[in-house]
């Protein structure tokens, strides 16, 4: 295995089933046996290279898993029919009754609703703290506490975890640290830093092209033949399964990743440095003044940049929603949630992805509602797509 996440891509090699240079699509949710006594064998997990049921898993699912596995450095993975199917299963299966999750309190609106409405419901709790504070993490673990949960880029602030530390602090407690890399994939290799887990929601700028969810967990084989077993594993039985030709059309798009990830990262920092000079108020990882800027850079795989997201901040909502709607209308990218799309893609966080957080939390952790999320697009004049920005900054009156 290279260093390199992209290189591990690019060196898979497929001979289809009729030589095809694409591996064959699995069309068959249910698979024969030759020999009874094989059946059993593979129910009980010991038969190698046997498929039982699609929902254990499938040719496709196990390609696009194994290419996945081979960009976050882990022995291997499971792909899920969507980001939070593999969020929950990895949760669902790591704690049971009066477990207890240390979370970022900057995570994803879904993870967020999922751990403070859902997970209680079966007695997990979780206690949501500031993630870059390695003191307030520590002082948050309990004996009950089983994992460490975070965004290795935090929606929609842009905090940085410190996964090398949160790593150390795992470690010493004995709990797993688990990584949603969804915003940052080849730029950052949690496992590698020391993260036991690392989840994407494929959703984003892995498959990157906005036909479909999904989502992925790697980690070690252990962990995630515990996942796929039929007796007590969380995606086996709570069934969030991908379908195969979704499986294949992914695989195909996660080969170009590397390259769509350095034009995001390019066209993200142009914007966000000439808007900073401007005067507006941009939160960009790539920038100086981002307060995590230096860790960024120690931790990041450096030729793909800072990544595709940043946000400014315009003030007010009815300001932040007059700009997205002129920006739309000058063709400028589309008002919409999700991220990684060739075009850009913006919203106002507090109404939109991180709607679940109640009002008084987000002001607390530094939502305001004049933020604007931007996920830039892949454009290839992006000084063009500047100055029709900085006009429509100046018609609505942020600039
Ligand atoms: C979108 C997203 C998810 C959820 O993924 P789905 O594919 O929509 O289920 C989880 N985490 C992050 C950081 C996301 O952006």
Known sequence: MSNKPANNIQ????????????????????????????????????????????????????????????????????VAASGMGAITSVFMQVCGAEDHIVSSRTIYGGSYAFLKNFAPKFNITASFVDITSLKAVEDAITPKTKMIYCEAISNPLLEIANIAELSKIAKKHNVLLVVDNT???????????????????????????????????????????SLRNVN????????????????????????????????????????????????????????????????????????????????????????????????????????????????TLFSAPGTSTSSEIPEEEQAEMGLSDGIIRFSIGLDNDIERTYRAMRKCMKQVGVL
Do not use: W
């Open 183 to 225: 915003f940052s994939p080849l730029l950052i290799s949690p496992q590698k830093l020391g993260a036991d887990i690392t989840i994407h929601s494929l959703t984003k700028f892995i498959n990157g092209t906005n036909d479909t969810v999904g989502g992925v967990v790697c980690g070690t084989q252990e962990f995630i033949d």
């Open 11 to 78: 060196d898979l090699q497929y001979f289809g089933e009729f030589g095809g240079v694409n591996p064959s699509i699995s069309d068959s949710a249910t698979y024969t046996f030759l020999h009874a006594k094989t059946m059993l064998d593979t129910f009980e997990g010991h038969a190698e290279g046997c498929y039982l049921y699609s929902r254990h898993t499938s040719p496709s699912n196990l390609y696009l898993s194994e290419a996945l596995a081979a960009m976050e450095f882990t022995e291997t993975a499971n």
């Open 232 to 343: 007590d594993g969380a995606a086996m039985l709570l069934g969030p399964v991908m379908d195969s030709l979704r499986a294949a059309s992914i695989l195909k798009n996660l080969r170009t990743l590397h390259i769509r990830m350095k034009k995001h990262s390019e066209n993200a920092l142009y914007l966000a440095e000439n808007f900073e000079d401007d005067g507006l108020k941009v939160v960009y990882p790539g920038l100086k003044s981002h307060s995590d800027h230096q860790l960024f850079k120690a931790m990041y795989n450096q030729e793909y940049g800072f990544g595709g997201i940043l946000t400014i901040d315009v003030g007010t909502l009815e300001k932040a929603n007059e700009l997205m709607e002129l920006m739309q209308n000058e063709n400028l990218g589309y008002l919409a949630v999700s991220l990684g799309f060739y075009k």
